[in-house]
């Protein structure tokens, strides 16, 4: 049903990446393979994090989707939670996204729960529906570009509302999907199922 990183090769472009980028793929579960298989085909240097150790290592931090509340789970049990809040107060980049965007909220419906309040926006979990009502949307972002970005919605959440530091980078149906606020970047959908490396290029030279 949903597309695979060689179906949009005509957008994987190989940027020019510092040797200093270490981007740390946040690992415990979730989609963490496919941005891994993304930025290595871009030719970024990459660290599956596990560990403080290993987190403060990184210039750039991923958290994929998966399922937020394990996530909540498993970083406190590896006491990750203050280790993840200090990179971003130091202003390295993150791109969170779908579970990972819940994750780093600072408010989450549907139910409540708690969550690192790094970024300014209220979200829904699972919003549009369960896995069968997933789906497929092309989106117009015009600081990647004048092409469509062709996005996947998997069990995605919405955003509901963002504060005025937010910048709003897409939207679709009237609700923000790409959003940004500082070195924190987050999209309720996966730009790494895309094989379109925009997403990940912004966030590279963020």
């Known amino acids: 049903m949903f597309p695979q990183s060689t179906e949009y090769s005509t957008m994987v472009r190989q940027p020019e990446i510092s040797s200093d980028v270490l981007v740390g793929l946040l690992a415990f579960q979730g989609a963490y393979n496919a941005h ?26 991923a958290i994929p989707g998966g399922e937020s509340t394990t996530f909540l789970k498993l ?22 996204t779908c ?3 819940i994750l780093v909220s600072s408010e989450v419906l549907n139910p409540p729960q708690e969550s690192l309040g790094l970024i300014d ?13 997933s789906f497929e949307a092309d989106l117009n972002i015009p600081s990647i570009g004048s ?40 999209a309720t959908f996966h730009p790494e199922l895309s094989g379109d490396t925009r997403i990940h290029e912004l966030f590279l030279s963020g």
């Open 36 to 61: 891994g298989k993304m930025l290595r085909g871009m030719g970024v240097e990459i660290l599956e994090v596990r560990t403080t150790d290993e987190l403060r290592r990184c210039t750039h931090l």
């Open 75 to 96: 970083m406190d049990f590896h006491n990750l939670s203050a280790a993840l809040r200090e990179h971003a107060d130091a202003g390295r980049p993150i791109l969170a």
């Open 99 to 101: 579970a990972g965007l």
């Open 121 to 133: 926006i209220s979200i829904e979990r699972n919003a549009y529906g369960r896995q069968v009502d």
């Open 147 to 186: 092409d469509p970005f062709h996005g996947v919605f998997i069990r995605s959440p919405i955003i509901h509302s963002a504060g005025e530091d937010v910048d709003i980078l897409a939207s679709l149906q009237d609700n923000p999907v790409l959003v940004r606020q500082g070195n924190i970047f987050g």
